[in-house]
């Protein structure tokens, strides 16, 4: 069956816009994670989902980072007047049941903030 | 809090020869222990995960792994390497805590490189 899927796989955008990255879990997996990749670095959470709520969002590096997942499927995290700290590899992952044993990753969506 | 270190950023081995990764981790109580490698361009992989029991684990792709509970130590091993092997290898340990969810913490990686 598909895997995680995310769109963009790679996004530039200039320093103070804003971005949109999106996420299509594994179907029927209820747990959704957004990590962040900087180069060099293990991903790094940033927010967890369970169902349409954010279960934990204490990984969002400050107010300019905000994720959605509206009907307990897709979600798209949102970055706010980016900055070129941002720059990252965006990684999604799923899960069945909120649990991280098995945890389903996505290719990433590369950001490049100039 | 949890932490995850690898102490080798950079690994090169020749094909066929064997292959150790190391990684130590710190958390408080019983961790929960993951292998996961990535492929260029490629999203994670699980390689393989340590919850309970048996101390040795085997794993996908010839990987096994080892918790030593007295070394705080979780090293990936593989008998012979194959150049496909060539990758990123994260070490990752679980905060299974009963009063929140499950969440993931990574090393920061060793990179992997096979010599023909």
């Known amino acids: 069956g598909a895997g995680v899927s995310q769109t963009p796989s790679n996004k530039v955008t200039e320093k103070g816009k804003y971005v949109e990255l999106r996420c299509d879990p594994i179907?029927?997996?209820?747990?959704l994670y957004w990590y962040r990749q900087s180069l060099g670095q293990g991903p790094e959470f940033l927010i967890y989902f369970q169902g349409t709520g954010a279960a934990d969002d204490s990984g969002l590096p400050n107010d300019r980072f905000f994720a959605v997942r509206p009907e307990g499927s897709v979600s798209t995290l949102k970055i706010q007047r980016t900055e070129r700290g941002d720059s990252a590899v965006y990684l999604c992952?799923?899960?069945?049941?909120?649990?991280?044993?098995?945890?389903?990753f996505g290719p990433g969506t590369r950001l490049t903030v100039t | 809090a949890q932490s995850v270190t690898q102490p080798d950023i950079h690994i090169t081995v020749s094909e066929g020869a064997s292959l150790e990764l190391r990684c130590n981790y710190s958390?408080?109580?019983?961790?929960?222990l993951f292998w996961y490698v990535q492929s260029p361009g490629q999203g994670l992989q699980l390689l393989l995960k340590?919850?309970?029991?048996?101390?040795l684990v085997q794993g996908i792709k010839g990987f096994e792994a080892e918790f030593k509970r007295s070394q705080s130590s979780f090293n990936l091993r593989k008998p012979s390497v194959h150049w496909s092997d060539a990758a990123e290898y994260f070490c990752?340990?679980?905060?299974?805590?009963?009063?929140?969810?499950?969440?993931?913490?990574f090393g920061p990686g060793t990179s992997l490189s096979v010599i023909p």
């Open positions: 179907s029927g997996h209820t747990a």
């Open positions: 992952a799923s899960s069945p049941d909120g649990s991280s044993y098995e945890q389903y």
């Open positions: 958390y408080g109580a019983t961790p929960y």
């Open positions: 990752a340990v679980g905060a299974f805590e009963k009063t929140s969810y499950d969440k993931v913490i």
């Open positions: 340590y919850f309970s029991g048996d101390t």
